[in-house]
């Protein structure tokens, strides 16, 4: 009696954890709706006094907790698509201190480099997507367009890319999930060829396998593609990937927000603006990656106003990465841009503009709560040793901060003309 009673009670018991369980384990936004996290991988950051490798992304978790990688980059160049540092990409030899795989490239191979790193990247990742940048002069853009070699030029680009045909003797295909188009940025008199562009490739990749992926990265402003009709162009791509960065930098010698999320007074645009301009010409907000930058400007001989925000100053043409500005962050003065939450450093002198923890998390959930399609990073190495940025972000498009957040944040008036927001 006693043990038939026992186990009534635990099946009861039982069956109500069944029911609260994926009620307790339930993120804010479900992981069917999470937006993505895509992040740039540069070829060039072989070339860094501190040799940027894969591998950093499998010492950081920064692999376990991208969706999609875009590896930058390949050259469009005489009408093709091809391997734009085959140094790099294809040749240099991996130790087992800076492979994914902890084993040493053999010398013997004509198959090295970081399409190999790429390839035991997945490998390890299976879920990871890898997309190839293409990157070029727009005039290059412009040709391979032209209906006479539209079709070639394309063919070049599966062969080359998907079907993994990256030299003579190598045949490696899988790496690649498809391609970023980065055309920056067609004309008026280009518009119906860049249509028809990204249709040839969806066609040609269509034939090659199901689920690949097209992007294309655009500026700010859908302004900057006069005559593209981008209603028509949205179902042919998967992703518009924003480049919500660069609304002020070395070209202005005046200072600024790098990227605000809301417009401050002064400021030439917003992120929040950006992506509503791209909706409202019909691209689903679904498909739209709010572009991150993982780096900022500054100015030197800057005015000592307003915390030097929106002062004049001499503008230094170089960006530098995340990781230095906040090495060099204890010898400035911190401030804030309420409305925004974007940070900026002043130590009388010399102003920096750029994103760090607090707005990064702001925008992150700010993407998240307007179900975007996720997020991409300009660009991964820009990050600390340990993906300080990258986590927030990962967290933040999980969990992302309450809407009326930034209900109450729009509200506020935006702080130029009045005395900065100087933090702790």
């Known amino acids: 009696m006693v043990m038939a009673r026992l186990l009534r009670i635990f099946a009861v018991v039982t069956l109500l954890l069944s029911w609260f369980a994926p009620i307790c384990a339930q993120s804010h936004v479900p992981a069917a709706q999470t937006p993505l996290l895509v992040g740039y991988f540069p070829q060039w950051g072989l070339y860094f006094?501190?040799?940027?490798?894969?591998?950093?992304?499998?010492?950081?978790?920064?692999?376990?907790?991208?969706?999609?990688?875009?590896?930058?980059?390949?050259?469009?160049?005489?009408?093709?698509?091809?391997?734009?540092?085959?140094?790099?990409?294809?040749?240099?030899?991996?130790?087992?201190?800076?492979?994914?795989?902890?084993?040493?490239?053999?010398?013997?191979?004509?198959?090295?480099?970081?399409?190999?790193?790429?390839?035991?990247?997945?490998r390890r990742y299976p879920h990871l997507r890898i997309l190839i940048s293409l990157e070029?002069?727009?005039?290059?853009?412009?040709?391979?367009?032209?209906?006479?070699?539209?079709?070639?030029?394309?063919?070049?680009?599966?062969?080359?890319?998907?079907?993994?045909?990256?030299?003579?003797?190598?045949?490696k295909p899988g790496i690649f999930d498809g391609f970023d188009v980065d055309?920056?940025?067609?004309?008026?008199?280009?518009a119906d060829n860049f249509r028809a562009l990204l249709k040839e490739f969806r066609h040609q990749m269509n034939k090659v396998r199901s689920g690949l992926r097209l992007s294309i990265a655009v500026d700010e402003s859908p302004q900057t593609f006069l005559g593209t009709d981008f209603a028509t162009i949205a179902p042919l791509v998967d992703q518009v990937g924003v480049m919500n960065y660069d609304y002020i930098g070395p070209w202005s010698s005046t200072t600024g927000l790098l990227a605000p999320l809301f417009a401050a007074e002064g400021e030439p645009g917003s992120v929040e603006h950006s992506i509503a301009s791209y909706e409202a010409v019909g691209v689903p907000a679904k498909k739209i990656l709010m572009g991150l930058p993982f780096y900022g400007y500054r100015w030197t001989d800057v005015e000592l106003a307003n915390g030097g925000l929106f002062q004049k100053g001499h503008a230094v043409k170089d960006d530098h990465p995340y990781n230095h500005i906040r090495s060099v962050g204890p010898n400035f003065g911190a401030y804030r841009e309420e409305r925004s939450q974007a940070p900026w450093l002043f130590d009388g002198q010399t102003f920096w503009t750029y994103e760090d923890p607090v707005s990064v998390r702001f925008k992150a959930s700010y993407a998240a709560n307007q179900s975007l399609g996720g997020v991409m990073i300009w660009e991964l190495s820009g990050d600390t040793a340990d993906a300080e940025l990258l986590g927030i972000v990962y967290s933040s498009l999980r969990d992302p901060l309450e809407e009326k957040v930034f209900r109450e944040h729009k509200q506020k008036h935006p702080r130029a003309a009045n005395a900065p927001h100087k933090q702790k």
Do not use: M
């Not at 590896?71 to 030899?93: E, F, H, K, M």
């Not at 412009?142 to 063919?155: I, L, T, Y």
């Not at 055309?183 to 280009?190: G, N």
């Open 49 to 122: 006094a501190q040799p940027y490798y894969v591998k950093a992304l499998v010492t950081n978790r920064a692999a376990e907790r991208l969706d999609q990688i875009n590896y930058a980059q390949a050259s469009v160049r005489n009408r093709r698509c091809s391997v734009a540092d085959p140094g790099a990409d294809l040749s240099i030899t991996f130790t087992r201190q800076n492979s994914v795989d902890g084993r040493s490239d053999n010398p013997n191979s004509n198959f090295r480099g970081y399409f190999h790193q790429l390839e035991e990247l997945k």
């Open 136 to 171: 070029g002069d727009s005039r290059d853009f412009a040709e391979d367009a032209q209906a006479a070699n539209r079709k070639a030029f394309v063919a070049s680009c599966v062969d080359t890319f998907l079907r993994g045909h990256f030299a003579p003797g190598i045949k």
């Open 183 to 190: 055309w920056e940025s067609p004309t008026e008199k280009d």
